[in-house]
């Protein structure tokens, strides 16, 4: 593949590859160990959770400003060796059985991560052509499918091999490999600082407040970014129900006594439709444009979470789970090469801002339901059945506002190319 015979790609993708690993052994073996050793109180793997998500909400004013006016390549490898660094903290918390200090730290954690996701993202904008963001998006959600495919297994095969302190160990150096990889990246300084060099002493409250602003007012000047960012919430709010789904659908429905093993399976499905949909994730769009792939994988996708709300056979609803995941990951792929032509690389940091606080809160409200409401109020059945009707819901207001501002997307992007070339 082209994409890999650039040397800067290479380094970004394999340090984005064993930053997932190590967080997502982590974070598995996280949760079943709070599982095992509180098992009656379900609400503290929902309160880790939390501290994943909530973190964003703390941030967010900063993320952007800092990934658009600071060094990129920096930020990136420096939130690698603070988590790092955190990690060790975390588990001498463990073993000192300090596990509200522990929920504090996962909480630091997590938010020195919100710093990465910008910065990488906008270094890996500035390392590709145009023509190959859709490539890159459909390689980033085979690597995804790779670790729902192998995450949950692997976290548990960590835990119940090494316990929870091995699997922090492996979570820890994928940190350090991460920041190395990162480090040893040429990029062009253009790259690393589009908006020309600037250090962290000359950034300032009101300036930040104004860089904020401003990606309010670049979001609202694009009409069919707004409307594509408008379903984020929505969003947030299903991967909050979907971070604990799969725990809780085994242990408290479907296999009590064997959750470990068929929660594992559960996410090895997802991961197979994850490859199966990102391998023709590209074709779909070429063949049926990504206005098209993105509303028909919505409203598949939701109807069949709606479905799986009443299946009583685990098989059947694993067999629902790789539906989710083949037709979701053409989606993805639709999100993550179509942002990066939407978004001029010098904002690409302030669309962030905005973007990841809006599906954090909804991920958040999510969760702070679920702590309250579950098992009590709500069962595992209405998880499905919310997942299914938020999804749906997003998908038919796509399906009414996408088309017809793309159409006037791509009217002005011929005229302006038309003038270009007069000129």
Known sequence: MLLFKNPAFTKLFFANVTSQLGTT?????FAFYLL??????????????LMYSLPTLAVFLFVGVLAD???????AANSDWIRAGLTVVLLLCLQADWLIVAFVILFLRSAVSKFFGPAETGLLQGVMDPDQYVHAAGLNQSVAGIFMLFGMGLGSLAYQFLGIEGALIIDGVSFIMSGILI?????????????????IRDLNLRLIVSDFRDGFHYIWGHKLLLAIISGTLLFGFINGVFAVLPLFMMKYKLSPDNYELYASLFMTFLGLGFL????????????????????????????????MGFLENIWLYLFATFIIGSSISPVNVVFGSW??????????????????????LG???????????FPRWISVEVLNLLIGVCITGVGIYYAFVIPSLNRKHNNQQQLETERSAAV
């Open 276 to 307: 199966v949909g990102s391998v023709f994730g590209a074709s779909l769009i070429k063949k049926f444009s990504k206005v098209n792939v993105l509303i028909v994988g919505l409203l598949l996708t939701g109807i069949v979470c709606l479905v």
């Open 36 to 49: 095992d050793r509180f098992s009656s109180q379900p609400y503290y793997a929902t309160i880790a959770e």
């Open 25 to 29: 052994v982590g974070n598995f073996a």
């Open 339 to 360: 942002f990066p032509e939407l978004v001029d690389p010098k904002n690409m940091g302030k669309v962030n801002a905005w973007m990841e606080p809006l599906m954090m």
């Open 183 to 199: 480090s040893l990246c040429r990029i062009a300084p253009e790259v690393c600082q589009p908006s020309g060099k600037v250090h």
């Open 69 to 75: 006016r600071l060094d990129r390549k920096k930020i």
């Open 363 to 373: 991920h958040s409200i999510a969760l702070g339901i679920i702590a309250l409401a």
